[in-house]
Structures are given as C-alpha cells and as structure tokens.
C-alpha cells in the first residue's frame, strides 16, 4: 500500500477506528498524490515567474488558448475560469460558498465538525465515489423498495453491494422508520450496513416528517448501539423542494456526530436545487469526525476523482459559483419553487376531486419532481398505451406503480394528462391496450 494512503488510514484509525473499518479496500488503498503533476504544478503557478511550462494547457498572449467561436458566446467570463482545468477537488471559492449555503439551510449542521464539500460531477458521480471508497462485495446497501433504479448500478453492479430493501411505507402511509431500523440490525453478524436517505424521495416525491425524521434517526442509532458500522448516506438531490408540513432540511445534521459507528455523508448538487441539470455540479460532504479524519476523507476523496475524471468541468463551476454570488438568486430561486409548488398542489388537488374513480390510488407525496400512482391495471401496459394511443410519456415501475414528473409538465396542462392517463387506464381495464 503506497505511504500516503497507509498514512491517512492511520489519521482516521486514531480517531475513529469504526470508521476506519467502513472503507473498502478501495478506499484503504486511495490517496492524493503529494509530489505529482499537480503539486508540482500549483507549486510552480507560485513561484515560476518567468516560464511556467509544468501543466498541459496551451497559453497565448497570458491567458488560456481559445477559440473566438466559443468565447464570442460567453464573452461575460475570463477565459482563465472557463479554459483551465478545475482542481480536482473544485473551485476552492465554490467549496467555500457551498458549504456557508448548507450551513445556512440546514441549521442542524451549526456548530458539527464538516468536511470542505468536494465538487463532484453532479450528484450520481457522488454516490460513485460513496461506492468506490465504502462498499466492497457483500456489503449491505440499505434502500427502500421504492427507490431509484441507477442505486443498483452504482452499488450492485459496480462494487458488488448486497442490496437490502425494506417497504417505505407503513401501514399508515407513513415512512417505515421501523423497517428501516429492522433492515439494519439484520445486518448485526456482518457489523456493517451502508444506508441510503433520498428525501425527496425517486420515485414518489415523499419527504419525511419531523417525527419521522427523528424515528430514522433513532433507528440509525440503534444499529450502532447494536455494533453496526453505519455509512449514512443522505442523497439530497431534491433538496429544498419541500411543498408541504414535512422536514425542511437534510438528515446530515442529525447524523454528524450521533455516534462513533456511524459516518454521515451528505451527496447534494446544483444540479436540480438550482434547475441546471445539464452542467453536472455535485458536492460530497463528510461530517462528525476530527478536522484531522475529514481532512483525510476528502484527500480519499480528491484521490478518487484524480484517478476517474481527473476533475470536474470547470466553466459549469464557474456558472454556478456566479450566481450563488448574485443579489439576484435568491429571488429568482423563490420564483420556480412557487411555480414547482403550484403544480405538486394542482396534481394533488386533482387526484383528491374525485374525479378519476377508483381506477388508481396514489402514493404520499409532498416534495420533489414526481408523483407515483397505483395502478388497479399492469403498469407496462398503461405506459404503452398512453405512449401509443394518446402521445404521453411516463415510467412504468413494477407491476402497478406509474411514476409522472409533474416538474415537467405546466399547471395549465395537468388536467388534461391526468385525464389521458385515466382514459389509458381504463383502456387497459377494457382489453384494448
């Protein structure tokens, strides 16, 4: 094992040695270099006045070759934040700015020990590194029977998880904090479990309540107090898009700190907060350890990304990092969450008028991009159906689920799709899919 890694296992070993036993080899074996490209590189950015011919960009006339066709389109930025490569951490200012803004919509996390976050290529990029550096095979992956179906991929596929699955809803139509926290002792023989927190929920736009909230919490204690290394995973991708009386923050606060055998780890971006999808900006935040553990877990972190993508874009950063900075986002933002309120609240108004029979019921929602009905018919063949029939696209999950972006649809036009999907319904119902 290369020095610098055994060195920062130690680090984390002293500190916490339940967290040490969580990474996987992978994430035993991952370092930063120290004396590599880049050292050398932003050693030489300091102090080589006269040439600097250590990284491989082109340069001309001081600043970063370009061509005119593409900086004519974005002539409002230096070509030295567009051209360049990123760090492969990230723009050390978007850290910085990112994390005062977690700070301040999450007010659990005042006042725990956090990680700088880490730029990630948007939030999946970020739940890949969770893999890489924390699951080896055999390792249970904790996930609701209603989840998303790319977890599979990432933990499964990739890095050989054992997927465990637990129902997300109780009996009174609330989050199965109980089936959670018996998922998780399930696992007491292994004394791990890596548990994945996607609130709002993909796929059926569910956001926990305070006391549930605090039930999911105290069934992650309870795994630890049973000898079970927790990795605590909140996937945030959805984060802020809270349209009812549910929490109002991520679960990251609660679990920084809540014990020795558990990490938390907070996976989050701009990706859907801030409506950019396409510019692939995440952010992966450690926390309840020692500044001296976190510093490691980020150099673990870093080294990962060096040795995948090397870094992440850097005009996207760039972007995003503008316009947290305007005087102007704020309000701005406020203005889409009101639209994205008006349509969860129009779909589920029409779902509650009566309207529709008793063709589907539907699951809890009250947050996010999505809504998830249930089907009295085969969910595939009510897909196709309004595919083929009436021009309408939406994601068949099992059997009976049937998943419906209202995010992308407009409260004006709401009406009409859930009235096409009642008539694909009942076509199905009818034998004439």
């Not at 916490?16 to 991952?30: C, E, I, R, T």
């Not at 919509?105 to 976050?117: F, H, M, Y």
């Not at 859930?418 to 694909?424: E, G, P, T």
Request: glycine residues 8%.
């Amino acid at each position: 094992m290369n020095p610098l890694a055994q060195q920062l296992n130690e680090t984390i070993a002293r500190d916490n040695p339940h967290v040490a036993d969580m990474l996987s080899s992978l994430g035993k074996a991952m370092y930063l270099p120290k004396l590599g490209i880049l050292s050398q590189s932003a050693e030489a950015k300091q102090k080589a006045g006269s040439y600097n011919a250590t990284i491989g960009i082109a340069t001309e006339n001081g600043k970063p070759m370009h061509l005119e066709v593409i900086q004519e389109t974005l002539s409002a930025y230096d070509p030295k934040d567009l051209y360049e490569y990123a760090p492969p951490g990230g723009k050390p200012e978007l850290r910085a700015i990112w994390r005062e803004k977690m700070i301040a919509e999450n007010p659990s996390v005042a006042g725990k020990q956090i990680s700088q976050p880490v730029v990630t290529n948007a939030l999946t990029h970020g739940l890949s590194i969770v893999g890489d550096l924390f699951v080896d095979a055999g390792d249970a992956v904790i996930v609701p029977d209603k989840n998303w179906e790319n977890y599979e991929l990432t933990f499964n596929v990739r890095r050989g998880g054992e997927m465990v699955y637990y129902p997300l809803y109780d009996a009174d139509n609330r989050f199965n904090a109980a089936g959670l926290r018996d998922a998780l002792l399930s696992r007491k023989d292994k004394g791990k479990a890596i548990v994945l927190l996607n609130f709002p929920i993909n796929p059926t736009g569910y956001t926990p309540g305070v006391e549930e909230g605090r039930a999911i919490v105290a069934a992650v204690r309870d795994a630890a107090e049973a000898g079970i290394n927790v990795v605590a995973v909140t996937d945030d991708a959805y984060f802020g898009l809270f349209f009812e009386d549910s929490l109002q923050e991520s679960l990251f606060g609660q679990l920084s700190g809540l014990h020795e055998r558990v990490l938390a780890i907070k996976v989050d971006g701009a990706t859907k907060e801030e409506y950019v999808w396409g510019f692939r900006v995440g952010f992966i935040t450690y926390g309840g350890l020692s500044d001296a553990s976190l510093s490691a877990l980020e150099q673990k972190t870093i080294g990962n990304i060096r040795s995948t993508i090397s870094s992440g874009p850097h005009p996207s950063q760039t972007f995003i990092l503008r316009a947290l900075k305007s005087d102007r986002f704020q309000a701005q933002k406020e203005e889409k969450f009101r639209i994205m309120k008006g349509r969860a609240n129009k779909v589920k108004n029409l779902l509650d008028s009566g309207k529709y029979g008793d063709v589907w019921t539907y699951y809890p929602f009250n947050s996010g991009y999505f809504m998830c009905l249930n089907l009295t018919v085969d969910a595939e063949a009510v897909r196709q159906r309004l595919l083929n029939a009436y021009g309408v696209g939406t994601i068949a999950l099992g059997e009976t689920d049937l998943r419906v972006a209202f995010s992308c649809i407009e409260e004006g036009n709401l009406e009409d799709l859930f009235d096409r999907i009642y008539q694909a319904v009942l076509d199905v119902k009818a034998g004439n899919a």
